[in-house]
């Protein structure tokens, strides 16, 4: 399956999830590191969008296709959540199940549903596991968000 993910030229190829690690996320409490990606680029376009001012997005943006497995993939079904939880701030419970899914270490890729359009999942996964050698990252290739989205 292949998956994409938003970031800088210089940490496009990097799958360390520092960023996720030291900030924290919807799914991980600070200090886990994951790595965020999302169904398509499209999705990728929008959760970028959500999490960063327009204006402060950095001119050299690449997103990159990462092939992943998915013989190793838990799913979270959104109708298994509480009601609120595609609303900002995200809400605890989140982080405490990804947390759960990092620590067990069970399964490599965790899908979830998009805040940003609960029809569509984002993957995450877990840097330390043991199935991490078998995410490729493809292809990377600079990308431009049109202007008009900054409405």
């Known amino acids: ?14 799958l360390s999830g520092i960023g996720a690690k030291l900030t924290g996320g919807r799914w991980n409490p600070k200090g886990l590191p ?20 327009y204006d402060l997005l950095p001119d050299d ?3 990159a296709e990462i092939e992943i497995p998915e013989t190793s993939l838990k799913t979270i079904d959104k109708a298994s959540l509480d009601k609120n939880w595609n609303k900002y701030p995200s809400p605890d419970k989140l982080k405490s199940i990804g947390k ?12 979830v549903p ?3 359009n ?12 043991k199935m991490i050698d078998q995410v490729k990252v493809i292809k990377t290739y600079p990308i431009v968000i049109d202007g008009r989205l900054k409405k």
């Not at 399956?1 to 990097?14: E, G, L, N, S, Y």
């Not at 609960?118 to 596991?129: A, Q, T």
């Open 1 to 14: 399956m292949i998956v994409f993910r938003i970031a800088k030229k210089k940490w496009i190829k990097d």
């Open 118 to 129: 609960p029809n569509e999942s984002n993957y995450l996964i877990n840097v330390n596991h």
């Open 34 to 53: 994951v790595l965020y990606c999302a169904s398509n680029s499209s999705l990728a376009m929008l959760e970028k969008l959500v999490n960063i001012d």
């Open 61 to 63: 943006l690449f997103i």
């Open 114 to 116: 998009s805040a940003v």
């Open 100 to 111: 759960d899914w990092i620590n067990n270490s069970e399964f490599l890729i965790l899908e």
